[in-house]
């Protein structure tokens, strides 16, 4: 082997390792910041689940706040012998953990919840919207919320299923618009 060739093979290494290096940071950054999203959305699925717990003990007595008014409660004896011991485990660790975290939070201010934030900003149009934009005008409005386009989907849907706001198919679009009270209609909703 030539000294010349040995030199062109050692740049062709070189210039590999030098791409390959700058690949690498790139993957880098975007799994930081892929993992730094994820625990934004386990943060807010964590508070789901406080709230989920909290609202738990009411079901029994009377409906949840935001229940519809023709969509019934289901009794705890409904439930699977399996699936309430679990959940009564699992009940009283959330329970202490919530406790836990209600003392560290005396004195601050709380943060609007996210569903009523879209709610808010879905009652501010008469036309239907996109979970897109509604997620664009949330992040301009409230710049310290940034939730995932997932999260805010999904929080949409729940707002659905609450029978709070509509959701209308448009050819491949699904567009969302809030029901105005005392407008609440039992029919199904297109989906």
Do not use: C, F, W
């Not at 660790?93 to 609007?112: D, I, L, N």
């Not at 198919?169 to 407008?183: A, L, N, W």
């Amino acid at each position: 082997m030539t000294s010349q060739s040995a030199g062109t093979l050692r740049s062709r290494y070189l210039e590999q390792a030098a791409s390959d290096l700058e690949e690498n940071h790139r993957r880098q950054q975007e799994l930081t910041e892929r993992l730094s999203a994820l625990k934004r959305e386990e943060a807010l699925l964590a508070d789901i689940l406080k709230l989920a717990e909290r609202y738990e003990g009411l079901a029994d007595a009377s409906r949840l706040p935001e229940q519809v008014r023709d969509e019934p409660a289901v009794p705890r004896e409904k439930r699977t012998p399996a699936k309430a011991t679990a959940r009564r485990s699992t009940s009283a660790k959330t329970a202490r953990a919530s406790q836990t975290a209600k003392a560290g939070t005396k004195g601050r201010p709380r943060r609007p919840l996210l569903a009523d934030l879209l709610a808010d900003l879905l009652g501010a149009h008469d036309e239907p919207r996109p979970a897109k934009e509604l997620r664009d005008e949330l992040l301009r409005k409230y710049p310290d919320r940034n939730p995932t386009p997932q999260v805010v989907r999904n929080t949409l849907e729940s707002l659905v299923a609450k029978g709070r706001i509509r959701r209308h198919k448009q050819q491949r679009s699904v567009m969302y618009t809030v029901i105005k009270s005392g407008h609440q209609q039992s029919t199904p909703t297109a989906g």
